[in-house]
């Protein structure tokens, strides 16, 4: 079902291919958060995994002195929005599970604050994902989920979870917050996977 | 449906069944009007529509002649099983599909809409949910829409919880739903409506215009202590202060959800 609106003639023509469906290009930064602004001081910060064989963790200098990638990329919000050649920095997932040992193939991202998400193991491995702590050059604010969020830039934003404290390796596909409240379990901006 | 999509159904609680399934419908604008000298008023007939919740928001897509299309997010004003809709949309500068809403779209006009969205930032009479806090909403500009159909399901449920209205807003001119936010407060359900001007008062104000502080917000929204659920809406700048108050005189963070329009 696709039929034209009278009246609406829109405004670019020239699409840039780098944006999904359904998506418009932005230049500011907007948020979507489902409460309030989390206070995470990296004096008490700390990330962990959780397998079925026991728990990992890092403090934030022990996280920091890991390998740093610097990351050039696009973001999509499930809200219609895009932003184009971003530039993160941050810890990959891949340095983060070098030592990691897990049969489980998913996995819940859990943030100070409660919130919760879900990605499957194998998409945020090979270079897919990682957990960013700067900006355009600057400490991430806390609004966009400083000190650290996590970074899945191939799916819908809020994939990429702000203020991320641990992931939980879990048996089988669960839905975090938004996927219970809307959102799809997946999440490819690619095939417009937003809703339920 | 996908398996992903069933076994996501399955997993949620009996209180998010109520919720009825998204899709694409076909809707015809029945009526336009100015809400404000910003923003216009939609009353959309909704091909199918399966019914929504207060505080839901559906996608708007708009398809020009040679096929470019345009999709925005907006919130819903009104609730409940009627197909007619209505949206209450903000002329933004520089926007895109905003303008066409506000001020070219006339009755007969047709356009895509998906929904309703969003299962969180939602209300329902106490009636259905069992909870009886006392509720907050808390609304920034174009922010009221979402709270507007709030307190109308509150109203129109005659629900007793209490209900307390913060709306902060440019000048009087600007008030959505004025007329009727004042029979809403006139209603048997208990609903108190507290505003703040950020640019221009009414005559004989007793405040001047400015924007919020936390002292004004601490005076107008209900105390902590009586454990309120407290939404707030308007632009990020705005919710982000609001809710670091709030979290600051005492809110459970818990208990205080928040929606924020975009920049778009």
Redesign the interface.
């Known amino acids: ?11 670019s ?1 020239d ?1 840039d291919e780098r944006l999904p469906p ?1 998506q ?1 290009l ?1 230049s ?1 930064f ?9 206070e995470v001081d990296t004096a008490d910060w700390e990330f962990t995994i959780r397998t079925e064989a026991g728990v990992h963790r890092w403090n934030w200098d022990e996280f920091m002195a890991l390998k740093i990638d610097d990351v050039d990329t696009d973001i999509h ?1 499930v ?3 895009s932003k184009l050649g971003t530039n993160w920095r941050g810890v990959s997932l891949d340095t983060l599970f070098e030592d990691v040992e897990t049969e489980q193939e998913y996995v819940m991202a859990h943030s100070y ?2 919130y919760t998400t879900n990605v499957p193991l194998d998409e945020l491995l090979d270079g897919k994902a990682w957990v960013a702590f700067e900006f355009d050059g600057e400490p991430l604010d806390p ?1 966009h989920g400083g000190p650290a969020r996590l970074l899945v830039p191939h799916l819908y934003f809020w994939k990429s979870a702000k203020w991320v404290h641990g992931l939980v390796m879990m048996d089988q ?3 975090g ?6 959102y ?3 999440g490819d901006p690619w095939k417009e996977e937003r ?2 | 449906m996908s398996d992903a999509t069933t076994s996501q159904v399955t997993a949620l609680g009996a209180a998010l069944q109520s919720v009825p399934r998204s899709g694409w419908h076909a809707a015809t604008v029945a009526a336009v009007h100015r809400e404000t000298p910003n923003a216009s008023r939609l009353e959309l007939d909704v091909d199918g529509w399966p019914g929504n919740a207060a505080g839901q928001h559906l996608d708007v897509r708009l398809t020009a002649p040679d096929g470019y299309t345009a999709t925005r997010s907006y919130s819903i004003a009104s609730s409940g099983s009627s197909t007619r809709v209505v949206l209450a949309v903000d002329k933004l500068p520089d926007g895109e599909v905003s303008p066409y809403l506000v001020d070219d779209v006339r009755a007969g006009d047709m356009l895509e809409v998906h929904g309703p969205l969003g299962a969180f930032f939602v209300w329902a009479p106490a009636a259905q949910t069992g909870d009886r806090r006392p509720v907050q909403l808390i609304a920034g500009g174009s922010g009221v829409v979402p709270l507007f159909a709030m307190a109308s399901a509150h109203a129109e449920a005659d629900d007793p919880t209490p209900f307390r209205l913060l709306y902060s807003v440019r000048t009087p001119d600007d008030v959505y739903f004025s007329e009727e936010l004042r029979g809403l407060s006139d209603a048997s359900a208990p609903l108190r409506l507290d505003f703040v001007y950020t640019r221009r008062t009414p005559d004989g104000w007793p405040a001047p215009a400015g924007r919020i502080t936390r002292e004004a917000l601490e005076a107008a929204v209900i105390p902590a202590a009586d454990r309120p659920r407290v939404y707030v809406c308007g632009s990020t700048g705005f919710v982000e202060l609001v809710a670091d108050w709030l979290v600051g005189l005492g809110h459970d963070p818990r208990s205080v959800r928040t929606e924020r329009y975009g920049g778009t």
């Open positions: 079902m696709s039929f034209i609106t009278r009246g609406f003639s829109g405004r023509r699409r359904g418009t932005v500011d907007p948020v979507l958060s489902a409460g309030p602004t989390p919000c809200t219609h929005w604050g409660g609004e596909d669960e839905p917050f938004w996927e219970q409240n809307g799809h379990i997946h809703y339920w």
